[in-house]
């Protein structure tokens, strides 16, 4: 069974441009959850999505944003980017809220 | 209310020896104490979990403690191997915030052959 996988592996961006990051969860699972890693950093919850619709956000300014789409996959945009979205943004899904999450490898995104 | 405090932030052990890696909550509404491992360039992997309903949960080397009254809970390797050496990152989640994890700071193992 294929994991959560996510694209781009790499990304680079200039100053002010934007990014969008996909995630497909594990086959059957629901939630989808964002995270932001930076540099030597904990795990910083972003977003989380359950069956379309927007569960829960983390405390980042509004230019981060994403979607669920209705085969569950998730995208992540981030506006207006800035030097310090510099990161490793992890996605992960679970089966449904309460349930184990489980992590994709993540997608690097350099903001120069 | 949300935190999670996790120490040490950097642990160095001896191939065979055991490590310790604590974390704190506060919230009590949490229910659920997963522990993470994640190598560099890598996502974090789900190591163990353990629910408040027991106080104690083993799978090979690797041991949780949990210690409700107190809002503790640790992570303990038994005979540490140089790869398991990573970064260890604890959790918490409750009902109310369907899976959404809070993470720790995270611990760096260093394992010395």
């Known amino acids: 069974e294929a994991g959560v996988t996510q694209s781009p592996t790499h990304l680079i961006k200039t100053r002010g441009q934007q990014a969008t990051l996909r995630c497909s969860p594990i086959?059957?699972?629901?939630?989808v959850y964002w995270y932001q890693q930076a540099l030597g950093l904990g795990l910083q919850f972003l977003l989380w999505?359950?069956?379309?619709?927007?569960?829960n956000r983390g405390n980042f300014p509004p230019r981060f944003s994403g979607r669920q789409f209705p085969n569950y996959s998730s995208e992540l945009n981030v506006n207006a980017l800035e030097l310090e979205d510099s990161a490793l943004y992890l996605c992960?899904?679970?089966?449904?809220?309460?349930?184990?999450?489980?992590f994709g490898e993540g997608s690097w995104l350099t903001v120069v | 209310q949300q935190q999670v405090k996790q120490s040490p932030q950097s642990l160095i052990v001896q191939k065979g020896g055991i490590s310790i890696i604590n974390c704190a909550y506060e919230n009590t509404a949490f229910d659920y104490f997963p522990w993470y491992q994640q190598f560099p360039g890598k996502g974090p992997a789900l190591l163990i979990a353990?629910?408040?309903?027991?106080s104690e949960k083993k799978e090979g080397r690797f041991t949780i403690s949990f210690n409700k009254s107190a809002k503790q809970f640790s992570l303990h390797i038994m005979d540490s191997q140089p790869g398991d050496s990573a970064t260890y990152f604890c959790?918490?989640?409750?009902?109310?915030?369907?899976?959404?994890?809070?993470f720790g700071e995270g611990t760096q193992l260093t394992v010395n052959p």
């Open positions: 353990i629910r408040p309903d027991v």
């Open positions: 999505y359950d069956e379309g619709e927007e569960r």
């Open positions: 992960a899904s679970s089966l449904s809220p309460g349930h184990t999450i489980y």
């Open positions: 959790a918490a989640s409750g009902e109310t915030s369907g899976s959404r994890l809070t």
């Open positions: 086959s059957g699972h629901t939630s």
